[in-house]
């Protein structure tokens, strides 16, 4: 027997038994919800801009991405749909249990969103799909969040992610991120633009992306982009260097890669502690000499970006465009050197974006991310 | 000597890296006033917040005091520690942009000097290459001045320079036209820049996103369904310390010249080909210039004018205008304007647009009602019908921005009986983001060169013609100027200006 945990009532509300049942229980809350507040004045508007499908298998998970949920109502009212399946699922029936609530998110009564888990008992797999379709709002974009490694050769992945318009992972999350960036990237290229994938890695280095473009805004820089020697990228580490996790680093050398038209002309080479050592050819067939590096800095995740160095040369004048994540960690200075004189240093801040942050920021884009999907091509090549 | 045309950047492409602007030095005039201190550095500390400030960006303060460097930066510093929309200050953002913030005293032709050697300076050391724009947040009695100042120092020949302006354009027509002709001393009209804050907010550009990015709207947004349209913006406030420049401009001249003309051309105008600059305000113009002229003799039948006596706002007893502080105790000067505007074209035949504004309303709120037709056939029965009323579609600008529409719904009792439901899209509810203040918007935008949302020479004229017969009339002695009690909805009188066409003020 599988351990059959109670589900709490409190967090995920009153059980339903079937769809009808749970359609009939959401309309009760919301009719209570409109009595309230009619007493209060403030009348319930039911705003629904997505849908948003959460899978996991851990209800740590489940409820952590709940959490997390809640936290966006107010930017994003949706319908959210947790689904959590066994783990351990020794020979007990298949079942699924629904429950639902409509949280109050932050006390913002004029926002009323909609929560619903589907717990999922012994080996239910294939049936997931059929309870999930009927529960989806109609007419409305549908966002799959998997909070872990998506089991990419298993059937159910294959029919939820039939629903998506957008697939969220997060590669920070994969046990070989390598291994399965590539695959994602082959089953999104499968999916032929039926739906984006994004990776919360890819929106974590949206500053280090938005901080590098503007040093070639300038100008007087911009033609050093076409003439990159090398370029360096450090990645945090945890103190005994054993979590590698270089997926960001990666993803931003893909990014430049695919806009600079670099192209691999090896693959990844490991070199010290843990670090990549690789040179990819320019369009004029100059090299670029790769260096990626793991570093300890205290107040960072594994795999966040510390810090990045571009190096060119041009005309005999060699320019540094640097970004240094600082001792605070949640601030950056950049700093370009041309002819070895510093000129142009600031301070800015990077903020840590937390789960809700990074999920917030993929809601509000809709459709494929071509520029992401161009720079898991360019990382893909090198693997 | 101007650059050739940069290179692109391939760095900057896809959906998630902000538009920031080339690199720039920004020069303010007036640089230790109240515009600078509440708004242009508060807008500027939180762009620098979001990243979307170049990395080449210099500012420079120019007024006529004599500061160091050091005293500008640390009395900019304890204004945003009061202003800044968001707070704490992160000192570390701060210390890095304020590196980069400079003074120059421009009380006589030698500080210009030092200003072009500042600025020929940072093109070189910080980057800036030539683009420069220069925010005159200064009196208007000071624009005429500092651009002979400009011109005369070669501060704008062979760079990029453009120019930030504030309202008021002048105060009737042929003093706006004086003021462009000052300005054109040293910019070309794709050069300058006029604010109207109003633009800069959402929902206002979210009136051209509901027109012309859904497609159920366009086909019945004429006078075959529109019954007629109420504009309203209202403010609960009083002058505060403005005596004595409203005692110069009024309620017309301060916002019915400029803000209500500019809703009425959003609402009113024809699809633009394109969402910019040229595309846009072409748009605009050609419906401002449609709008029916009022002769000064007509006065009296399309405008109110009011203005307000003691009363009470939100329980609390407040002064009347004449006894604010810099107004004349027998001031003529309006606090309320309502007219009923025409705009003769295909569209809009017929079809009133009644607005309205003034000081100490009820309530602060700026909406604009499409009010629709009712039905052409009564099928329900009379008793059953009686709640309904035509469709409305409100586009609410502030506060709790959104759009509702109002429909018949039945009752959910046997037999029929009709009321009135609305549905609302509370802006707030679907996107609950901090919107970001208008002068970030606005000054983004002039950083970028883009002037879509700047009010051109052309419009503001047109403006000023619509203006002036009322103002003259006014001047003559012509209407009278009724008093109403400060917390209600104005004069009886702007009452009777709807009511005579059988149409009643909505109750925003």
């Known amino acids: 027997m599988s351990v059959m945990t109670e589900i709490d009532e409190r967090v995920w509300g009153t059980r339903a038994d079937g769809v009808s049942a749970l359609e009939r229980e959401l309309a009760r809350l919301r009719r209570s919800l409109g009595a309230h507040a009619k007493e209060h004045g403030v ?59 409509l949280p109050i998110p932050g006390g913002a009564q004029q926002v009323s969103y909609e929560q619903i888990l589907i717990r999922a008992r012994g080996d239910a797999d294939q049936r997931l799909v059929s309870a999930v379709i009927p529960l989806l709002l109609p007419d409305l974009p549908v966002f799959l969040w998997w909070t872990e490694t998506p089991p990419l050769d298993a059937p159910y992945f294959d029919e939820l992610l039939a629903l998506a ?44 992306r938005e901080l590098t473009s503007q040093f070639f805004d300038v100008p007087a820089w911009r033609p050093f982009l076409d003439n990159i020697a090398g370029i360096r990228v450090g990645f945090a580490v945890d103190a005994d260097g054993r979590e590698i996790h270089p997926s960001q680093a990666l993803l931003f050398i893909g990014w430049l890669a695919s806009r600079l038209g670099w192209i691999a002309t090896g693959r990844l080479a490991p070199s010290e502690a843990g670090g990549l050592l690789f040179a990819m050819r320019r369009p004029d067939g100059q090299d670029v000499l790769v260096r990626v590096r793991p570093r300890f800095m205290r107040g960072l995740e594994e795999g966040d970006l510390s810090g990045l160095r571009i190096q060119a040369e041009r005309l005999g004048q060699h320019a540094e465009f640097v970004v240094k994540r600082a001792e605070d960690s949640s601030h950056a200075t950049t700093l370009v050197a041309i002819g070895g004189r510093g000129i142009a240093e600031r301070n800015v801040p990077l903020g840590k974006p937390g789960v809700s942050d990074l999920l917030g920021e993929e809601l509000t884009i809709a459709r494929s991310d071509a520029i992401y999907e161009e720079a898991l091509a360019a990382l893909v090549a090198l693997t | 000597v101007t650059a050739a045309p940069p290179l692109a950047n391939p760095l900057r492409a896809g959906p998630r890296i902000a538009r920031t602007p080339q690199p720039c030095a920004l020069v303010i005039f007036g640089g230790t006033g109240d515009l600078a201190a509440r708004k242009i550095v508060p807008a500027l500390y939180n762009l620098a917040l979001q990243r979307l400030l170049p990395a080449a960006f210099a500012v420079v303060g120019a007024a006529r005091a004599t500061l160091t460097d050091e005293e500008f930066r640390e009395s900019l510093h304890a204004d945003l520690v009061k202003y800044s929309r968001t707070k704490p200050i992160n000192e570390d953002v701060w210390r890095s942009f304020a590196e980069n913030v400079q003074y120059v005293s421009t009380k006589d032709g030698e500080g210009y000097e030092t200003l072009r050697h500042t600025l020929a300076n940072l093109d070189v050391l910080a980057g800036t290459n030539g683009n420069r724009l220069f925010y005159l947040a200064t009196p208007p009695s000071a624009y005429g001045p500092i651009v002979d100042m ?85 403010e609960s406030l009083g002058i505060e310390e403005r005596g004595a420049y409203y005692e110069q401009a009024g309620t017309l001249r301060d916002i019915v010249q400029n803000h209500l003309l500019q809703l009425l051309a959003l609402v009113a105008m024809e699809p633009p080909v394109a969402f910019d600059s040229k595309a846009v305000r072409d748009e605009k113009l050609k419906v401002l210039r449609a ?3 009022i002769a000064e003799e007509d006065v009296e039948t399309h405008v109110v004018r009011g203005q307000y006596g003691s009363g009470f706002i939100e329980g609390v007893p407040v002064r009347a205008y004449r006894d604010e502080d810099g107004v004349a105790k027998d001031s003529k000067t309006d606090t309320f304007v309502a007219v009923r505007a025409f705009i003769d074209n295909w ?34 029965s009379q008793d059953a019908a009686e709640g309904m009323e035509p469709n409305a579609l409100v586009l609410r600008i502030q506060p709790d921005e959104g759009i509702s529409l109002k429909f018949g719904a039945k009752v959910p009792v046997q037999g029929i009986r009709i009321r009135s439901v609305n549905m609302d899209f509370v802006y707030g509810a679907s996107f609950m983001v901090d919107a970001p203040d208008a002068y970030e918007t606005l000054i983004l935008d002039a950083l970028r060169g883009d002037a879509t949302l700047f009010t051109r020479q052309d419009e503001v004229e047109q403006q000023w013609r619509f203006v002036d017969p009322i103002a003259k009339a006014w001047a003559l002695g012509q209407g009278d100027l009724p008093i109403y009690p400060a917390g209600t909805w104005g004069p009886t009188e702007a009452d009777l200006l709807i009511a005579r066409d059988g149409r009643a003020w909505r109750k925003p």
């Open chain 2, 150 to 234: 400009l011109k005369e120092h070669h501060l704008t020949e062979n760079v990029n320079a453009r120019v930030v302006i504030e309202k008021p354009f002048g105060h009737d027509l042929s003093s706006a036209v004086e003021l462009y002709e000052k300005l054109q001393g040293a910019f070309t009209e794709d050069e300058i820049f006029r604010i109207d804050h109003y633009l800069g907010k959402e929902t206002v550009q979210n009136i051209l996103v509901l027109r012309f990015a859904n497609g159920i709207f366009e086909p019945i947004w004429n006078r075959q369904y529109v019954d007629h349209v109420q504009i309203t913006v209202a």
């Open chain 1, 43 to 101: 009348p319930v508007a039911r705003a629904s801009v997505l849908n948003l499908v959460v899978f996991a298998t851990r209800e740590i998970h489940a409820r952590r991405a709940a959490a997390t949920i809640d936290e966006l109502a107010t930017r994003h009212p949706s319908r959210a749909i947790v689904v959590v399946t066994d783990r351990e699922r020794d020979g007990a029936p298949p079942e699924l249990e629904m429950h639902c609530h």
């Open chain 2, 347 to 380: 569209r809009w035949e017929g079809t009133p647009f009644y607005l309205r504004t003034g000081k100490r309303l009820p309530k602060r709120t700026t909406e604009i009602a499409i009010q629709f037709r009712a039905a052409p056939h009564q099928v329900f």
């Open chain 1, 165 to 208: 318009d957008r697939l969220i992972v997060d590669s920070a999350d994969f046990a070989r991120p390598d291994r399965t960036l590539a695959r994602l990237h082959a089953v999104a290229r499968a999916g032929h633009g039926r739906y984006g994938l994004t990776d919360f890695n890819w929106t974590r280095i949206t500053p280090w």
């Open chain 2, 291 to 293: 709008v029916r002229p």
